[in-house]
């Protein structure tokens, strides 16, 4: 069935950059959009954008532009969502989701990573 | 503070019909889809409706959505304790700025 297992939870000081792993499994790895998204305790969820597993193109909303990077390690099924410049509200858990159709970025977001807890603090 | 708004809470008793409601503008509701999120305590969020009303295979036919202008709608009907959690709607927003998936601020259901 289908899996993103992501990489355990990360502590870190403001500035720093954190780097969170997403591993995929039971699909075609090319085939799907992947996304990223965070929620900060007690909050609702923030998008951070996406990124083409097949040709690595990638689309974030201005927020997050020159901050994130998201890349792929096609051998390995897993995308990787990189923030710099961290700041305490960047505290969050940070989860990946896979889109519902291939091919397609509409944002139906139907299999999620479990989490990973980044905290900044000093 | 929210692109898209949403009552903070609902409740319901076992067997009753609960709505939630997500206002937006014509930048994102108005346009685009909707999309309806449904997120228990400690759990990753679970796409419950995409496309305004259709529903994932293993989504049960108690949810149903609609969108009417700038609003949408999330019904819960034949209300179980299981489906006490946080609901979150979504759609694309076609800011200035660029395209931006948009979440609203969730609503709670509790299960009396």
């Known amino acids: 069935q289908v899996q993103l297992v992501q990489s355990g939870a990360e502590v870190k000081k403001p500035g720093a950059s954190v780097k969170v792993s997403c591993k995929t499994s039971?699909?075609?790895?090319?085939?799907?959009?992947i996304h990223w998204l965070r929620q900060a305790p007690g909050q609702g969820l923030e998008w951070m954008g996406w990124?083409?597993?097949?040709?690595?193109?990638?689309h974030f909303p201005q927020k997050f532009q020159g901050r994130v990077t998201m890349t792929r390690d096609t051998s390995v099924s897993t995308v990787y969502m990189e923030l710099g410049r961290l700041r305490s509200d960047d505290t969050a858990i940070y989860f990946c989701?896979?889109?519902?159709?291939?091919?397609?970025?509409?944002?139906?977001?139907?299999?999620w990573g479990q989490g990973t807890m980044v905290t900044v603090s000093s | 503070q929210s692109i898209l708004t949403q009552p903070p809470s609902a409740s319901g008793t076992p067997g009753q019909r609960v709505t939630i409601s997500c206002s937006g503008s014509?930048?994102?509701?108005?346009?685009?889809?909707v999309y309806w999120y449904q997120q228990l305590a400690g759990a990753a969020p679970k796409l419950l409706i995409y496309?305004?009303?259709q529903r994932p295979s293993g989504v049960p036919d108690r949810f149903s959505g609609s969108k009417s202008g700038t609003s949408a709608s999330l019904a819960i009907s034949g209300l179980q304790s299981e489906d006490e959690a946080a609901y979150f709607c979504a759609a694309w927003d076609d800011s200035p700025n660029g395209p931006g998936y948009v979440f609203g601020p969730g609503t709670t259901v509790t299960v009396l």
């Open positions: 014509s930048s994102n509701i108005g346009k685009n889809t």
């Open positions: 039971g699909y075609t790895f090319s085939d799907f959009y």
């Open positions: 989701a896979r889109e519902l159709f291939s091919g397609s970025i509409d944002a139906a977001l139907y299999s």
């Open positions: 496309s305004v009303n």
């Open positions: 990124i083409n597993p097949n040709s690595g193109g990638r």
